[in-house]
């Protein structure tokens, strides 16, 4: 079953407007996870890294002040995409590295599309 | 990390053995290769992993050239689920890291 679950798996909203997209890790702790952004035909990017207690930590190009990341507990971090653009609708999916495996777990994603 | 080169796409007879190979020149010595799989528009699933070793599990199986400059993912009968876009990424990572940089991946089609 999943470890990683995303939540929501679609979202449709206005133009300006927040959304908020929740990663979860159900059966494991993870101070460490990560955003990632995916668009049509092409391959993952990642965004940030996002770090439990801590403050995110962002790939060159991304704008923190609009890609909010909050990571307040162990299985739980969000990404809010603070007044969307149409430009911002893509795929986004988080992962989450288990401790004690080599393996990262993947959420599975979410679709967002800004109208 | 190193930078992984693979085929753009493939295609293989359902059935089949579908061998997906992947060129990592630059790998260095304590950096895996991992194997990772996008079935459309869902999360990427981890296959297999290996460092040195020629590696087998209930997914695949990896094998690792001498030299570790390339490396060949084998499905052994593919099936039409097993269509997707497969990453090839080389990764240092420890037991609680895993940013892992995806390039542009193998789409595998699997044909009736």
């Known amino acids: 079953g999943a470890v990683v679950s995303q939540h929501p798996s679609w979202v449709i909203c206005k133009s300006g407007t927040s959304v908020k997209i929740e990663c979860r890790s159900l059966?494991?702790?993870?101070?460490?996870m990560f955003w990632y952004r995916q668009f049509p035909k092409q391959s993952l990017m990642l965004m940030a890294t996002?770090?439990?207690?801590?403050?995110?930590?962002?790939e060159q190009g991304v704008e923190k002040d609009k890609f909010l990341i909050n990571h307040a507990s162990l299985t739980l971090s969000t990404l809010t995409v603070t007044s969307a653009h149409p430009e911002d609708s893509s795929f986004y999916i988080c992962?989450?590295?288990?401790?004690?495996?080599?393996?990262?777990?993947f959420g599975q994603g979410t679709r967002l599309t800004v109208v | 990390d190193a930078k992984t080169t693979q085929p753009t796409s493939m295609d293989c007879a359902e059935g089949r053995a579908a061998n997906l190979p992947c060129n990592h020149s630059?790998?260095?010595?304590?950096?895996?290769v991992y194997w990772y799989r996008q079935i459309h528009s869902q999360g990427p699933q981890y296959i297999i992993h290996?460092?040195?070793n020629n590696e087998t599990n209930e997914m695949a199986s990896l094998i690792i050239t001498e030299d570790r400059k390339s490396s060949t993912l084998i499905l052994p009968h593919a099936t039409l689920r097993d269509t997707a876009v497969y990453y090839c990424?080389?990764?240092?990572?420890?037991?609680?890291?895993?940013?892992?940089?995806f390039g542009q991946g193998t789409t595998l089609q699997v044909k009736p």
């Open positions: 290996g460092l040195k």
């Open positions: 990424i080389g990764f240092r990572g420890s037991s609680n890291t895993g940013k892992l940089i």
């Open positions: 996002s770090n439990e207690g801590s403050k995110a930590t962002y």
């Open positions: 992962s989450a590295p288990r401790f004690g495996t080599t393996e990262a777990f």
């Open positions: 059966d494991f702790q993870a101070t460490t």
């Open positions: 630059t790998i260095s010595g304590n950096e895996y």
